[in-house]
């Protein structure tokens, strides 16, 4: 009788642990996608242009252009150099070009302001994906 109850409470156990493991809910979680790379600014002479969104171009506002990230990502740029950073709306593609060259992002010049790299025209960076919501 010993025998029967011991495997009857083992039996019950492995089948009331299996129903509890099937019924978790496992919750996909999204990373932010994290690119690191060189950027640059736009050139003065782009100011008025379309940009990949339909938009005009405006080197006052904080955009860029990026083809990491999709149209309308907002991101936060760190400058790795000294650690200031930016959050930047994506409204353009970058030419091939500038990619081939290591590039992964293009910003206006109030960004690129702001994150104090002007003078040298070239910084490295880290863009990672950031909420719509997110302003700082």
Avoid at 46 to 75: C, P
Avoid at 91 to 103: E, F, I, L, V, Y
Wanted: charged share 25%.
């Amino acid at each position: 009788m010993k025998i029967f109850l011991l495997n009857f409470f083992f039996f019950f156990c492995i089948a009331f642990i299996g129903k509890a493991q099937d019924s978790l809910a496992v919750v996909p979680v999204k990373l932010p996608k994290v690119v690191t790379g060189i950027a640059s600014f736009y050139s003065l002479n782009l100011t008025g242009t379309q940009t990949a969104t339909g938009e005009r171009f405006d080197n006052k506002n904080m955009t860029a252009a990026s083809n990491s990230f999709k149209l309308n990502t907002r991101v936060r740029v760190t400058n790795l150099r000294n650690d200031k950073s930016v959050i930047v709306r994506i409204n353009d593609r970058m030419s091939k070009r500038m990619a081939k060259k290591g590039r992964v992002i293009d910003l206006s010049r109030a960004a690129a302001r702001k994150l104090q790299f002007m003078k040298r025209g070239l910084v490295k960076v880290r863009v990672e994906e950031v909420d719509k919501d997110t302003l700082e």
